[in-house]
């Protein structure tokens, strides 16, 4: 034997361990990565927004500086005035020794000049000549003009000349402001900043091997860039110059903050898959422990049977013993209570139906003999049914179907058993199944019964994947009545349609529900289902009658659908009453396509062609089969026959036996075999039918109808008509 399970169970482990558990892992270093990642970013903002503050407190610093001479120096004040009639070569030497002094006192400043309007001078630290002549005429232009222009004060970098002949311009940045402060028409005075001064003072702050620092103009021109390699993480616009700066990591350092996980944490991790596996591999173990207790025993067993291959792996060598196991039971249960089961059945069966009369001595008997040591108290009947039962049986093999019923059945009389109650139950139907609940004495009604029977249902519904109807008789004392209580339960489970399935139905509690729309559609229903068994191609005109009611009635989804599906229960109910072969092509081609259309249906007029064309294809079937059959022909005269002299009420199995030279009970078989119902009843259906047509299209007498239909007697004729139809002729007049 291949001892594989182990390695199985491991393996299905392991695959899903190492799955969470890299997951984990690579969950927690995105993490970290992510917070260090978050954390550099805030960084790098505090960085970039105190680089310029400073950038922009050194510039502001120059600017009031130059505000400050501007409104209090006299001499600047005398070479703006335009009719100034001091000594004008002194004072210039004067003002021109005051802007070296600048130069000298504020090192940020490369060079300054003054413009004067009134003549277009100007007056720098090494000369004084015409505007026109000068290297930043057109920037002296353009701020003369229009002084108004100018939104920022500093301008962006730019190349700057002092002579004409100079061979390297220099990079700068010019602080241009009016004179005077207000005004602005006397001139201007322009001091011109090195970049590289910018550079050094940023430099000195901002030196790092990991990160970058880049200023930038307005027009996006670089006045300092360190390293212009690496992603931007912050960029800040300063409002006093207008300039920007772009800060972030190098390329270098870019992926940093990716290994800031802690090796300390990798290895925790690394412990705790290394102590998982540990678990894993004990754990699978022990659980395989009472594996092999079972293949030991198994083994034994199969060496001295020698039954088993042991050529399999554990767990299908034990699944082929467990099946051998129950194989070998099933076989001797069955030879040991093969005669008890059959005899329970018949006995069951008589009681119910009523075939025979029972004594109380003789159920009594009869249930010690099964088993049963309680005695016999008051009685209800119920009537479990299987809801949906043609997709339980596609849903299900046989073999599924019979544990599952004998699951169902088990779990009732174990509920029943529990609080003291005997029931004795057999399946009538193999959809029905038939509980005879012994109640005690002191039981006034059924509720005990009924609360036992909620469990039940609420039992299927947790633990079964189909439900079930329960119809529920009255109580009773005598063992005569079991048959009436029998029918009680069947009756009430004929309203499943209308008031729903996975529920109790009590017959005393039918009547508080109104049945006004049920019962328009039931008597139909219930005539087309009868003609659609006995070959009568009315059916097709009920069934458009039936449609057309439906859309009169402006009945919704639901309602439709308990109504198309009572119809397709009366059609069941009657085609079961057929030979098997017919019994087998309705279920296995006609039923599923019903059910299919309602599920699927869309409109009412496309569903009516639908289903008119699957029952007019089963239809032709049917009689095809009745056409094969012999004697055919002599039925179809007995029939017509029937529908010519069904007002007269010799009409029976004696009077067609003499009108036809056959033997009376030879009809009888034959009508029963050929259109699958007794004469009785189909002569019955046909006298009720007319009486249906009569007492709805005239207004004669229910008496005079009786017996215009064959019921010269009115008692026979109010009960065979109630039998029938469910109600009396005068309730069928008024509704």
């Known amino acids: 034997m291949k001892r594989n399970g182990y390695k199985r169970l491991l393996f299905s482990y392991l695959p899903i361990f190492f799955f969470i558990t890299l997951a984990i892992v690579f969950l927690s270093v995105l993490s970290a990565s992510e917070l260090s990642k978050k954390e550099t970013i805030r960084a790098n903002e505090v960085f970039a927004g105190h680089v310029m503050q400073m950038v922009d407190h050194t510039m502001r610093t120059i600017e009031q500086q130059i505000i400050k001479e501007v409104q209090t120096n006299d001499k600047l004040a005398q070479f703006y005035t335009e009719n100034y009639s001091g000594s004008s070569a002194m004072t210039l030497y004067e003002i021109s020794n005051m802007l070296r002094e600048w130069i000298v006192n504020i090192p940020m400043i490369d060079s300054v000049y003054l413009v004067r309007s009134s003549d277009q001078m100007i007056l720098s630290n090494h000369f ?40 390297r311009p220099i990079k700068v940045v010019t602080l241009i402001h009016r004179v005077p ?34 200023l930038l103009d307005r027009q996006e021109s670089p006045i300092l860039d360190n390293n212009s390699n690496g992603k931007i993480l912050t960029s800040k616009e300063s409002s006093y110059t207008g300039w920007k700066i772009e800060s972030g990591l190098t390329s270098d350092n870019l992926p940093a903050f990716i290994f800031s ?27 395989y422990r009472p594996i092999e207790a079972i293949l030991a025993r198994i083994d034994a067993y199969a060496a001295q049977k020698n039954s088993l291959s042991s050529t399999q792996d554990e767990f299908r060598f034990i699944e082929t013993a467990l099946d051998d196991l129950v194989e070998r039971s099933m076989n001797y249960q069955k030879q040991r209570e093969d005669d008890l089961i059959y005899r329970k059945r018949i006995f069951y069966k008589e009681m119910v139906e009523g075939g025979s ?53 088990s779990v009732i009389t174990e509920l029943f058993q529990k609080n003291g109650i005997t029931v004795w139950m057999e399946w009538i139907s193999t959809s029905q199944l038939s509980v005879m609940a012994h109640l005690p004495d002191s039981t006034d009604d059924t509720s005990l019964a009924e609360q036992h029977f909620e469990d039940v249902i609420q039992w299927v519904n947790q633990h079964l994947t ?73 059916w097709a005109l009920e069934l458009k009658q039936m449609f057309h009611a439906c859309a009169e ?53 496309e569903l009516e062609k639908e289903l008119l064309s699957i029952l007019n294809k089963s239809a ?33 199995l004696t009077y067609l036996s003499g009108q036809f030279d056959l033997n009376a009970k030879y009809i009888s078989q034959m009508f029963k075999e050929k259109l699958g119902v007794n004469f009785l009843d189909y002569l019955s259906t046909v006298r009720i039918g007319q009486a249906e047509r009569l007492l709805t299209e005239t207004d004669k007498p229910v008496q005079e109808i009786g017996v215009l239909v064959g019921y010269p007697n009115v008692r026979s004729f109010l009960r065979v008509f109630k039998k029938i139809t469910g109600v009396t002729p005068g309730e069928f007049r008024k509704k």
């Open 128 to 167: 004084m000549k015409p505007v026109a002549e000068f290297e930043d005429r057109d920037l002296i232009g353009e701020a003369l003009e229009s002084p108004s222009s100018i939104a920022y004060k500093w301008t962006d970098i730019r190349s700057y000349r002092v002579f004409e002949d100079q061979l």
């Open 357 to 409: 009369p029972i004594t109380a001595e003789q159920l009594w008997t009869e249930m010690r003999l099964l088993g049963f040591q309680d005695p016999i108290g008051k009685l209800a009947m119920a009537v479990v049914e299987l809801d949906k039962y043609a997709e339980f049986v596609d849903r299900y093999s046989q073999r599924d179907q019979y544990l599952l019923k004998f699951a169902l059945s």
């Open 261 to 287: 996980y802690s090796s300390i944490w990798f290895a925790l991790n690394l412990l705790m898959i290394v102590i998982g596996i540990v678990w894993i591999l004990f754990v699978t173990r022990r659980n």
């Open 620 to 652: 032709e079937q049917m009689e095809q089969w009745r056409l094969s059959r012999n004697n055919y022909n002599l039925m179809l005269q007995i029939k017509s026959f029937t529908h010519e002299h069904y007002a007269n009420p010799d009409l029976c």
């Open 553 to 605: 009635g402006l009945l919704t989804r639901d309602s439709l659908s308990a109504i198309l599906h009572n119809m397709i229960y009366h059609l069941q109910r009657e085609v079961m009453e057929l030979p098997p072969e017919v019994q087998k092509y309705w279920n296995d081609e006609t039923l599923p396509l019903l059910n299919r259309a309602i599920e699927r249906m869309d409109t009412l007029d």
């Open 181 to 214: 402060l207000l005004s602005g028409d006397q001139g201007i005075i322009a001091v011109n900043v090195q970049t590289s001064a910018i550079e050094n003072v940023i430099e000195d702050l901002a030196a790092s091997n990991l990160n970058f620092i880049r």
């Open 466 to 538: 189909f439900t079930v109807t329960i119809g529920l008789s009255t109580m009773a004392k005598q063992i005569e009545e079991i048959p009436a209580l029998h029918e009680e339960a069947l009756e009430a489970l004929k309203y499943k349609p209308v008031l729903g399935g996975n529920r109790i139905i009590h017959k005393e509690a039918i009547r508080i529900y109104p049945q006004g729309e049920v019962y328009k559609h039931l008597n139909l229903l219930r005539s087309l289902g009868q003609k659609y068994r006995l070959g009568d191609m009315e």
